[in-house]
């Protein structure tokens, strides 16, 4: 029993928060891509509600990876080809320069944005997006996504969304639990669930259109579906005991959970079209926090049936089991990248609690982060970066790192901790 109560305490975090995310870069590569996003030209009559090159700007700077040129030391603010005189910008030191132009067209706006290598002085991308004055700050993720591509060979991430879980303090007894939505850059928050009670493991299915998480509204853990354009919702799981950390399949037909139903914690598999619920693992030790791997073929979760928490593997179509990490005696909440060869998870070492990733190929362990009670692991759909749960001071914060640990940069909300994040699919 006392085993069982450590694992359940995993899921229940001390929360105190709402409020929008902020980012502060912490550590970037040592020597960042020189970029200019020169504001965008607008001849309208009612200002713009987002300054799409700020949008882009904060998006490439956040990266780490490119340094950014102040706009007070901008010589000029070109807006088209014709305009653009790639000697002044060679001379500010810049090697690349994005440059665009937002139009009114009978109320539809339409943002044309280019990508030009001031070295070579060729043109790398342009495109025109139409928009409403509604979806500005949405197109230029769009755009940011776009030129980080095109920069780095790796597909953006920019205009997917984060899931966290917050808390706030009524009295000494009570608190106001909130699951809540925000863009990648922890802008425009919004509440997708409310509770007197807490709520851990949210879970994104494939698609992006679903949630699925643990509330104890009830008065004890069970799992629910939620459905982010409609805002329904539904109870999929309420065995006495413990129902917790849901994890959708790559096709989104099935949810792997955690249940105690048979009295100890074990892996499960619940067909959601026809609720047939299969048991996965069987063994004397608790096994939890599932996560499939991108082919669906197999689970890897956490167990201690080794004597102490490891991250295992099992082959779905034989059950076939087989461990994944043997350095250090803490290894627990594995989550993979897309591509199948790193492992995301966090690891104790010195008595601390940290993120690691572990290549599967060649089984080298690297630690990402010097913080000492990291959780929470999630890894964005491009796997470049982990977010992951932390304290600094005396309150949770959501920070992040890159896979090979060179950039850093934390998501504080300015009212208290944050928790229990998880990073949506491409959509």
Not at 212 to 225: D, K, N, Q
Not at 258 to 268: A, F
Not at 390 to 419: H, M, N, W, Y
């Amino acid at each position: 029993m006392q085993r069982i109560v450590l694992f359940v305490c995993l899921f229940l975090f001390s929360l105190i928060a709402r409020a929008e995310l902020t980012v502060e870069i912490t550590q970037g590569v040592d020597e960042p891509t020189p970029v200019a996003v020169v504001p965008f030209s607008w001849s309208g009559a009612q200002a713009l509600p987002e300054d799409v090159a700020k949008v882009v700007s904060d998006d490439l700077y956040r990266s780490g990876l490119f340094k950014l040129m102040p706009r007070e030391n901008m010589l000029s603010f070109p807006s088209d080809r014709s305009s653009l005189f790639f000697r002044d910008w060679r001379i500010s030191g810049s090697d690349f320069i994005v440059i665009g132009r937002i139009k009114d067209t009978e109320g539809q706006l339409t943002v044309a944005f280019e990508l030009y290598d001031i070295l070579k002085e060729e043109r790398i991308l342009g495109e025109e997006i139409k928009a409403s004055r509604n979806n500005l700050r949405a197109v230029g993720h769009y755009i940011s996504d776009k030129v980080f591509e095109a920069l780095t060979g790796v597909r953006g991430a920019f205009s997917t969304r984060i899931v966290y879980v917050t808390a706030k303090q009524l009295s000494s007894s009570k608190h106001r639990y909130r699951l809540m939505l925000a863009d990648s850059d922890g802008h425009n928050p919004r509440t997708i669930l409310e509770s007197k009670e807490p709520i851990v493991s949210p879970a994104w299915s494939r698609d992006g259109s679903k949630l699925a998480y643990v509330s104890f509204e009830s008065g004890r853990p069970a799992i629910y579906i939620q459905y982010l354009a409609t805002g329904k919702r539904e109870k999929v799981q309420s065995f006495r005991g413990l129902n917790g950390a849901p994890a959708w399949s790559p096709d989104g037909r099935q949810l792997a959970l955690v249940l105690s139903k048979d009295g100890n914690p074990e892996i499960y598999v619940l067909d959601l079209q026809q609720r047939r619920l299969n048991r996965i693992t069987h063994h004397f030790g608790i096994d939890t926090e599932p996560s499939w791997s991108p082919d669906g073929q197999s689970l890897i979760f956490t167990s201690d049936r080794g004597g102490q928490p490891q991250i295992y593997s099992i082959y779905l179509p034989t059950r076939d089991v087989t461990r994944l990490t043997f350095e250090g005696r803490y290894n627990a909440r594995g989550r993979l990248t897309q591509d199948g060869r790193f492992l995301a998870m966090v690891h104790q070492t010195n008595g601390s609690f940290h993120i690691a990733v572990q290549d599967l190929r060649t089984g080298r362990v690297d630690l990402l982060t010097e913080t000492f009670m990291d959780e929470s692991p999630t890894i964005a759909p491009n796997g470049s970066i982990i977010l992951y749960a932390t304290q600094e001071g005396i309150r949770g914060v959501l920070s992040a790192v890159s896979l090979d640990g060179r950039v850093k940069f934390r998501l504080p909300s300015s009212d208290g901790d944050v928790r229990e994040p998880a990073w949506s699919p491409f959509q």
